[in-house]
Nanobody, 125 residues
Framework: QVQLEESGGGLVQAGGSLRLSCVGS????????MAWFRQAPGKEREFVTG????????SYADSVKGRFTISRDNAKNTLYLQMNSLKPEDTAVYYC??????????????????WGQGTQVTVSS
């Protein structure tokens, strides 16, 4: 089992930056495939970025490529999302997610078993 908790959201002006953190627990955390998703009110949850431990792969949605970076600190069991050059359309609740190890990055939310409760990111115009 994996337990996840996000933090770091807030209000920022367009062009600003935020770093989100996701602290995980559970003995399988270090080998899990991990991802960040986001969901705006009335919209479906969408893939932002993800990586796999065993595949050594990362993937980014086209909308965030070049602006967002996923990283992790193994010693702290923490996943990060560095968000730069934020735009109003980035406004959403951001979730971290985990699933059993895969070689390829999986972008479908329904295929992730474990979720944090989300952290709100609001980008003002």
């Amino acid at each position: 089992q994996v337990q996840l908790e996000e933090s770091g959201g807030g209000l920022v002006q367009a062009g600003g930056s935020l770093r989100l953190s996701c602290v995980g627990s559970g003995r399988s955390f270090s080998s899990s495939a991990m991802a960040w998703f986001r969901q705006a009110p009335g919209k479906e949850r969408e893939f932002v970025t993800g990586f796999t431990w065993i595949g050594g792969r990362t993937s980014y949605a086209d909308s965030v490529k070049g602006r967002f970076t996923i990283s992790r600190d193994n010693a702290k069991n923490t996943l990060y999302l560095q968000m730069n050059s934020l735009k109003p359309e980035d406004t959403a609740v951001y979730y971290c997610a985990a699933r059993h190890p895969t070689v390829a990055v999986i972008t479908e939310a329904r295929q992730y078993e474990y979720w944090g409760q989300g952290t709100q990111v609001t980008v003002s115009s």
